[in-house]
């Protein structure tokens, strides 16, 4: 089974920057996309960004678009969440998940206005 670790959350002032890392261990051989999640307390899940494993292609929200930067590192099987000018409505918990369906236990941001 993949094992994912999501790490590189925290406090940050609205304007600022994050870098989110998900590192993937175990069964990494099949993984096709990983993703950044995110759900606001009482709302639906919410896809902020993925990339293809194989290709590289990418895809964002459009809240996040311009602003977020989703990257991987094939050797380290990681993938990185660049977030910069980040907004108070930016704070949550973000995952990491892959398209088999293992999700990350998650990595707490809080933008601070």
Known sequence: Q???V????GLVQAGGSLR??????????SMN?????????GKE????AG???????TYY?????G???????NAQNTVYLQMSSLKAEDTDIYYCSVASGTWGQGAQVTVSS
């Open 2 to 4: 993949v094992q994912l």
């Open 6 to 9: 999501e790490s590189g959350g």
């Open 20 to 29: 989110l890392s998900c590192a993937a261990s175990g069964r990494t051989v």
């Open 33 to 41: 996309d990983m993703r950044w999640s995110r759900q606001p307390p």
């Open 45 to 48: 899940r919410e896809l902020v």
């Open 51 to 57: 990339i293809r494993w194989i290709g590289g292609t």
């Open 61 to 65: 929200a459009d809240s996040v678009k």
């Open 67 to 73: 602003r977020f930067t989703i990257s991987r590192d």
